[in-house]
């Protein structure tokens, strides 16, 4: 899901459930505004932030070129960097939770070599999304807004068709949490 739409309250949920999301030591750590931490492997932010830049973007500008994104998975040295970071996850056990939401621009990469992942998409209301990027980036509000709609087209339009996914309402989370 999109920045800033409860990707890391979900991942955390998945965590307690007893779903590893890797060694926490590596995880990103808390900060002012996201005091619970975000639940990412700074490795795989680090490498996607690599990855959106070869298809010239990044996590506030995505790839304006959807084939940008699949000719990545042509790349023999990024596949092999992914599969060594999957590769570590994995080691974890038959399940895991990886978030990053970049992820959300870099479906067509992930999903080639994840064939079998199970999709969970945190979803927030637009205008609460840009209202919260400009609180913590001073992003304008329309550029938050285009960039909700940046990330949302791109889950839409990418996630494997017959893949297990799974929408999680944030603003539901918060109003009813059982």
Known sequence: GMHRSG???????INALGVPAGDLSELLPPSPTN????????????????LLTRAFGSWTVPPSASADVHALVDDPELIEE????????????????????RISLLLPFW?????????VIAVRHPARVAHSLRSRDSFPMYAGVLLWQAYT?????DLPPASKRCFIIYEEILSNPP
């Open 7 to 13: 990707t890391s309250m979900i991942a955390n949920m």
């Open 111 to 119: 999903s080639a070599l994840l064939p079998s992942a199970i999709y």
């Open 153 to 157: 087209l791109s889950i839409l339009r």
């Open 35 to 50: 005091k619970n931490g975000y639940w990412e492997s700074r490795r795989l932010v680090e490498f996607n932030d690599r």
């Open 82 to 101: 992914a599969s060594d970071l999957i590769q570590n996850m994995a080691a974890l056990g038959a399940f895991w939770v990886w978030k990053d939401p």
